[in-house]
């Protein structure tokens, strides 16, 4: 597996919109299939990294220098999370499974286990105590990450989960559905609080501003979505992707949201307003996902192309 | 892959005390080892000019639709996502993930109408043309095994059948091509399907094996070990042969990719030696192509590889049309490259190169943005082997479900492949388990492609 450090190039053009200067990405990294999470550790120095190989990569952002291949799963990996300020790793796969590793060693720590069909949407909440996830089997988990006993299983979906996000204060989780329903949950009880509407199209991927006001949706119509998150109002509508957007996230200032779709680009979205502030055509295949680092200044994309890319973040 | 190991009392550089015993694990076909297969061969008798097929299976089925024969006119939840651009033909398009093999349209066939599969997820219609269901004892052999049967090696040291899938999960994709009623003596050589990545010679990897003087100082230690046991003269002439193929080099040689010029093999494209998807289908490894234009040089007449894993249902591993563009730009590089060699060596009226799955796929795309299996129609790819190129041939109706003008059965373009290498299906017989002939195809019903010839 080759580690790439500003060195390799793929076919992939880039393109900048609204007059931006070309923008090259800063790391390039790749798995030998196609790469579906990226996650920042908490000090910015490693990205995590996800993939329909069956594993998870740990690259070292200063070196560049791929530090670390977590084996095990038998399926996909399809999302992965730093935990205990970089000392853990989790990953969430195909397989039904979530696992946590020592992200020194990579050695297995715990495993959880109980999706009946693929796992394939995980979150965890901002304090690292829970997790959540959807899958195909039509429900979404709530877990203890200590003992990995369920908490909830939240029902009712007519598809697969495709989103899970915590809201930052851990006790509302939000599910996107194939079937294209979007709701907030109570985690304690397990029952719906809210129903989002607006949209249409799957719900493929959520994501809450850090002050927990807004809920924002990637979704099957090419938009991404914003909506007050008591009110259930919609905000804004994002238009341009021309395709499926398949990921969203918040800057860590909740400033900006920036997304990822099957048109192969990143776009970065004015969170308040809507309007799109930058695009670079990242990649050649869908982009799964993208994650901002902790202080805002980098991003990472990881796409169906089996690159992962670290992008500066735009002024 | 190949292994020579020396004498029980001696050690090797390795540092480990083997056995007395010559074995070649890749050459052993099924259980048999080469010396069986020389021997048998050489019953065989040798061939007359040497032309040769190089058979690429995609694994899984690929998407006849999104390939070589988009439809346009279908409403959006059949046409899928890609688009068609022209060709070097006039008149023929395909899909725009595939630009180069575009650009050299004139030399291609695509065949937009294959009929007849069982809709089997396997190798097994496309290495024989027959369905696994109600096999002769024995089963049905491989074009290849059938090759290798009737016209045995074209070179000396190069064995006429060589099988470059390595193992994956799903052994039915992995298949080589079997031996069948011909007997193991023909099954492919497969250099691959130990798993390993490099030739291994007694420890010696394939750099090392360039190296003659290292080959034969350890040769040389060998012949001195078996000779002082005696063992020597008792390997039969077979086995020296099989000896004379690994000291021959022409092999692994033809094996080895670092010969070839690197621009070359960036052409190719290199790629992966992970399998594909789900990790049960061959991997996206283009450095294949470029084997295979080797060893059809060195004198093997079937080179058979599998390319990928074509089996897109959808979600989560994928849409059809993320795979698709996952890919077909890789099929495209390689097998163009391999089409730009062949022709720059002069090669492509003797070398044909037939690419097709095992069937097609539905044309509705499903819930999860995956098509699923579709054993009505589906399509093949023809180059070289002299036939008459630029032309497609078949049609299927506006939603892609049947074909809607020349049906073309697998056992058609099998002797379409017989008769390129100047086998009359209408005489070759070969025999049976019980000694009985068995044609090469059901020649009653299906002939060479007379739109080829």
């Known amino acids: ?58 690259w070292s952002l200063e070196s560049g220098d791929e530090l670390l291949t977590l084996r095990g799963h038998g399926d996909g990996v399809c999302a992965v999370e730093f935990l205990d300020e970089g000392k853990q790793v989790a990953t969430a796969s195909l397989d039904k499974t979530v696992r946590i590793w020592a992200a020194d060693s990579g050695t297995l720590l715990a495993s959880l286990s109980g999706h009946q069909n693929y796992l394939t949407s995980f979150a965890v909440s901002a304090d690292e105590t829970l997790f959540a996830t959807g899958g195909f089997d039509n429900v979404a988990r709530i877990w203890q990450r200590r003992g990995g006993a369920t908490l909830q299983v939240l029902g009712g979906f007519g598809g697969p989960v495709y989103a899970v996000a915590f809201a930052p204060s851990g006790t509302e989780l939000a599910t996107g559905c194939e079937d294209q329903s979007l709701q907030l949950w109570d985690v304690a009880t397990g029952q719906v609080r809210r129903t989002f509407e607006g949209h249409s199209g799957v719900v493929e991927s959520l994501a809450f501003s850090p002050d927990g006001g807004t809920l924002a949706a990637a979704l099957g119509d090419q938009s991404v979505r914003t909506w007050d998150a008591a009110s259930g109002r919609l905000l804004a509508t994002c238009t341009g992707h021309t395709g499926v957007v398949k990921c969203v996230t918040y800057s860590p200032d909740g400033k900006r949201l920036l997304s990822g779709g099957q048109d192969g680009t990143l776009r970065w979205w004015d969170a308040a307003s809507g309007q799109q502030v930058a695009t670079v055509r990242g990649h050649a295949n869908s982009v799964y996902d993208v994650a901002f680092s902790e202080d805002g200044r980098s991003v990472a994309s990881a796409s169906f192309d089996r690159f992962i890319k670290v992008w500066p973040t735009p002024a | 892959m190949l292994n020579l190991v020396g004498s029980r009392r001696g050690h090797f550089c390795d540092g480990i005390s083997r056995r007395s015993f010559l074995k070649v694990g890749g050459l052993a076909m099924g259980g048999l080892v080469l010396p069986q297969l020389l021997r048998a061969e050489a019953a065989a008798g040798v061939g007359r000019s040497h032309k040769s097929i190089i058979m690429v299976f995609l694994s899984g089925g690929p998407p006849h639709q999104d390939m070589f024969d988009l439809k346009m006119d279908a409403p959006v939840e059949i046409r899928g996502e890609f688009r068609p651009i022209h060709t070097s033909v006039p008149g023929i398009e395909i899909c725009e993930h595939l630009p180069r093999l575009a650009g050299m349209m004139d030399q291609l066939v695509p065949i937009r109408s294959i009929v007849g599969s069982e809709g089997r997820h396997a190798a097994f219609q496309c290495q024989t043309g027959q369905t696994v269901k109600r096999q002769p004892a024995g089963g049905w052999p491989s074009f290849g095994a059938v090759v290798s049967k009737l016209q045995g090696p074209a070179a000396a040291g190069t064995p006429p059948f060589v099988g ?81 193929i690994l000291t021959s080099n022409r092999l692994a040689e033809a094996l080895d990719l670092d010969r070839e010029d690197p621009k070359l093999r960036d052409r190719y494209g290199r790629g992966d030696n992970v399998n594909a998807g789900y990790g049960d289908a061959g991997p996206l490894q283009n450095d294949y192509f470029l084997a295979a234009r080797r060893l059809v040089e060195a004198g093997v007449r079937v080179v058979t590889l599998a390319y990928g894993r074509w089996d897109w249902h959808g979600r989560p591993h994928g849409t059809n049309f993320e795979n698709a563009r996952d890919h077909l730009p890789q099929l495209d590089i390689g097998l163009s490259a391999l089409l730009e060699d062949l022709q720059a060596r002069g090669l492509q009226d003797d070398v044909s190169v037939l690419v097709w799955g095992e069937f097609g796929r539905t044309p509705r795309i499903n819930k999860k943005g995956g098509r699923d299996h579709w054993p009505r129609v589906s399509c093949a790819l023809l180059a070289g082997g002299g036939i008459r190129a630029g032309q497609v041939i078949g049609s299927t109706n506006r939603l892609g479900e049947h074909a809607e003008t020349r049906p073309v059965h697998f056992q058609e373009v099998l002797a379409t492949m017989y008769r390129n290498l100047g086998i009359d299906v209408n005489r070759a017989t070969v025999n049976d388990f019980h000694g009985r002939p068995r044609y090469l195809v059901d020649h009653s019903l299906y002939q060479p492609m007379p739109e080829l010839v």
């Open chain 2, 164 to 244: 470059l899938a390595p193992r994956m999960r799903n052994a039915t994709w992995a298949d080589p091509g079997q031996a069948g009623f011909v007997g193991q003596a023909h099954a492919p050589f497969t250099p691959n399907a130990s798993g390993e990545v490099n030739l291994t010679l007694n420890g010696i990897d394939l750099e090392t094996l360039g190296d003659r003087n290292a080959l034969m100082q350890n040769l040389d230690r060998l012949r001195r070990e078996v000779d002082s046991s005696g063992e020597i003269a008792g390997l039969d002439a077979y086995h020296q042969q099989a000896l004379g």
């Open chain 1, 1 to 58: 597996m080759a580690a790439c450090f500003c060195s390799q190039t793929d076919e992939t053009s880039l393109l900048t919109t609204n007059d931006l200067p070309a923008m090259e990405p800063t790391h390039i990294f790749r798995h030998p299939n196609a790469a579906y999470g990226a996650a920042f550790s908490p000090d910015g120095k490693r990205l995590a990294t996800a993939s329909l190989d069956n594993t998870a990569k740990l």
